[in-house]
């Protein structure tokens, strides 16, 4: 199944990484670019836009929103239309596995907190980290890592790194107080571009079957038929 379907990767920036910390940016890797939605920041979208183009060579298209309740409602109307429309599979690098991850739990947390519609519905769902960190060494002098950049750099060469303004994501934090859109988002685009090279990696030269695919939706089986 996940060879079948388009692979569609994604990331988030936050605030930090309690339950009352927010979404700052969310971005998805399609066949053409990137489509990135974000908050706030020095700037107009297209400026910003025009800028994460021309430093990250890639077609990048950007929603500029004024509150995170704002940018989930913008992201699920986008996820609705383009990604449940069509056979993709959604992927991300420690978005969620079955030991816990980030991504995925954080923005149900923050979509029951704004009491918008989860949506996800009907999206089966694959993480990349489990598989490169399984079936593939990133050992670097000696010690095992399988984060994303270290993975990244040791597989694929690490072309992506060339425009991420950011030595370590904490400091994406800094930049979103600081209203600086155009690092945040390149940060962003870079950690999508990644997560998307190492899913076609495991494309190569992994089975099928090694991508643990799972329902992002519950099912009637699972919790009976409630509200």
Known sequence: MAGSLEHVAFDIETTGLAASDAVTVVG??????????????NGTAAECEAAVSDRSGEHVRLTRCESEAELLEAMAEFVVSRLRANDVLLVAYNGETWRGGFDLPFLRTRFAAHDVQWPFHDLPYADVFPVVRDLFNTRVNGDAASDLETAYDVLCGGAHDEFDPFDDSSEAVAAFEDGRAVELVLHNVSDVLRTGALSALAQR????SDFNVKSLTPTVEEYGDRP
């Open 28 to 41: 998805f890797e399609l066949g053409l670019g990137c489509r990135v939605f974000y908050r706030g920041g």
């Open 205 to 208: 030269y992994c089975s099928k």
